[in-house]
């Protein structure tokens, strides 16, 4: 049962346009909410987050939101650059007794070209 | 610098062998974590620690096994009873804190390949 969803496996953008990376969730227990980048063979680094008290965070050209109701999330990127070019995975943490860990999605290749 | 360190980068295990990765953090990190990734696969929790000599079991936890003798360390074991074990390792760690810690860090990994 996978409680974290990126259904699109691969995404493809022009450089200076926007990207949109979607991820879904089934579980209503989770509080937290993360994205990631990962460059093949090294670890996902921390990329931005949001509370599931909020439902917009903003980082530079980094940009979550999240619409608790239809359990979804975004992350958009604007402008995209081409060392944007990478795996996003959106991740999800529980709360109470399941606050230990993240729950991964499988990812999105996105591929920004010059 | 402060980081998390896997090593190896690369190893190759014969069949039948065990295998640990190591994995070093200078972070004070309270909680450790160790995750498995498939090609096409999202990041899969095999094990994790919250604090020194504790531990337990994550998703995939069958033919893993793991100690944390100290805090700056928690090393994984790939035993001959995975049955799947070439896959790319990730070590990772975070502050165990209600108001602060629900990023997790994760060093480079490690690629086991089994021959």
């Known amino acids: 049962d996978q409680q974290v969803k990126q259904n699109s496996p691969s995404l493809s953008v022009q450089e200076g346009r926007i990207s949109i990376l979607n991820c879904d969730y089934t579980?209503?227990?989770?509080?937290?909410f993360l994205w990631y980048k990962k460059y093949p063979a090294e670890g996902p680094t921390f990329l931005i987050s949001?509370?599931?008290?909020?439902d917009k965070n903003e980082d530079g050209r980094f940009t979550v939101f999240l619409n608790k109701s239809a359990k979804h999330l975004s992350l958009h990127i604007v402008p995209s650059q081409p060392g944007d070019s990478a795996v996003y995975f959106c991740a999800a943490k529980g709360s109470g007794g399941s606050n230990y860990k993240l729950t991964f999605g499988k990812g999105t290749l996105l591929t920004v070209n010059p | 610098d402060g980081g998390i360190t896997q090593s190896p980068k690369y190893l190759f295990r014969k069949e039948g062998q065990n295998v640990t990765l190591s994995c070093e953090q200078n972070l004070n990190h309270d909680a450790m974590y160790w995750y498995r990734q498939d090609p096409g696969q999202g990041l899969r929790l095999i094990y994790y620690s919250q604090i020194v000599n504790d531990f337990q079991k994550g998703d995939i936890a069958e033919g893993y096994s793991v100690s944390r003798e100290k805090k700056e360390s928690f090393p994984l074991t790939v035993t001959s009873a995975q049955k799947n074990p070439t896959a790319f390792y990730l070590c990772?760690?975070?502050?165990?804190?209600?108001?602060?810690?629900?990023?997790?860090?994760f060093g480079e990994g490690s690629w086991l390949t089994v021959v």
């Open positions: 579980n209503s227990m989770f509080d937290y």
């Open positions: 990772a760690s975070r502050q165990w804190d209600r108001d602060s810690g629900n990023t997790i860090y």
């Open positions: 949001i509370s599931s008290i909020k």
